[in-house]
Structure formats: structure tokens, C-alpha cells
């Protein structure tokens, strides 16, 4: 049965869960959303795709979810692919996946957003989002010193979740350079099986 995944290419979030479908090698179509025209903001997205008015949400056959981090624990569990092994492991991914939206994918994108799409300047509240998400950067590099992935020797979801905007490169406007942890961390991601960029896995609103 086939995968659905209402995205849009901006969106990493989306993304997250669009490269897990790919490095598992499903089969799976993109409904695009119009994100930037207020689609998830309309009565009828959230009476019908998600009450909670965001993307991604993921379909298969009559299940629906949203939160990345539940649609990637979903494609984990019915694959059994890139997921924990063990509970201390499933604690680990969790734990990780936390901290990715509260403390480095909320402010970085939110940061690119104002940037990149609502363009409005470096303001007070750009400088303390690129700040919070500088610092959750930080913590990421240094747990990465010590092993090659997240939880260790093998790439999972927390990987997935907490690369989904990283692959954005210059639209985030936060260097990455000084963190060398996570570009080799984002090196060894890119080189998995079937790696793409969002760009080239979902329908992107404002085309480069
Ligand atoms: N924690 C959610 C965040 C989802 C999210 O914020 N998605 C954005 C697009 S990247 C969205 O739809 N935002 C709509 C809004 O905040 O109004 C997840 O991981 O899926």
C-alpha cells in the first residue's frame, strides 16, 4: 500500500519524514499544501488533513498522522528500519527527537522563515532565535564527537529528525562551518542509500 505525504519542498519538517520514505525505498507520493498561501491555516485543512494545522502529515491506507517524530516512529516500526533496538534505545531516540523540536528545528526554522521568506531583516527576535538555535547546534556537535550517529554506530530517526533543515544551507543563515561534528554527522547521512535533497523530493512553493 502506497504512502501519502502532505508536504512542500520548504518545509523540513516534511522533510524528515519524506527522506525516511525514500532511504526505506517505499513507495510514496507527495500531495503538495500550499503552505505560503495559508493552506494549513483554511477550515477545511484542519477539518480533514490535521486539527493541528501544520505539515507533514503522513497517510496509509486509513491511518493518518502528524508530528514527524510520530510519523517517523510509524515508518520505523512498520519497516523495521532506523529504529530503536532496545528500550534503552527507543529512550534515546525519543529523548533526541525532543530536544531536535523544541530546541534546535523550532528555532531554526522559525529563524528561516523570518529570513528567508517573510524577509524581514536581522530584528531582536531573528538575533535570539539564530542564538537558541546556535546553542542547540552546539550540544549536537559535541555529542557527535564522541559517535558517528545519534545514538551511535547506525543512523535512525533521531538522525533524520534532527537533520531535517540542516540540508538548507545558506537560507538558514546560521554558519555551520564552526560545528565540524555535524558536517561530517551531515556527510554520513548524505552518503546513506538513496539520499536526497528536499528539494529534489517534494514540490517546492517558491521554485529557486
Ligand atoms: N512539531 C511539528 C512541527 C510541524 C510544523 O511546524 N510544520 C510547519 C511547516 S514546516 C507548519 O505546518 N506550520 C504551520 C503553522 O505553524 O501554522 C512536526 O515535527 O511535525
Known sequence: ????????????????????????????????????????????????????????????????????????????????KFGPKSDDERREVLRWTLFDNHKLTANLASLRFLMQFAKTGETPVTEFLRGRAINALKIVDKHLADMPFMIGKRATIADFSLCGYLFYGDELTVPLETHVHVLKWLDRIKSLPGWKHPYDLMPRSNPA
Open 1 to 80: 500500500m502506497n504512502f501519502k505525504l502532505h508536504c512542500f519542498g520548504e518545509s523540513g519538517n516534511a522533510y524528515k519524514a519524506a527522506l525516511m520514505l525514500e532511504l526505506c525505498r517505499l513507495k510514496w507520493q507527495p500531495v503538495w499544501v500550499d503552505f505560503f498561501n495559508g493552506a494549513t491555516r483554511s477550515p477545511e485543512y484542519r477539518a480533514t488533513i490535521n486539527e493541528m494545522g501544520e505539515v507533514p502529515v503522513l497517510e496509509h491506507g486509513e491511518k493518518k498522522f502528524s508530528q514527524s517524530g510520530v510519523i517517523l516512529d510509524y515508518l520505523a516500526e512498520v519497516t523495521r
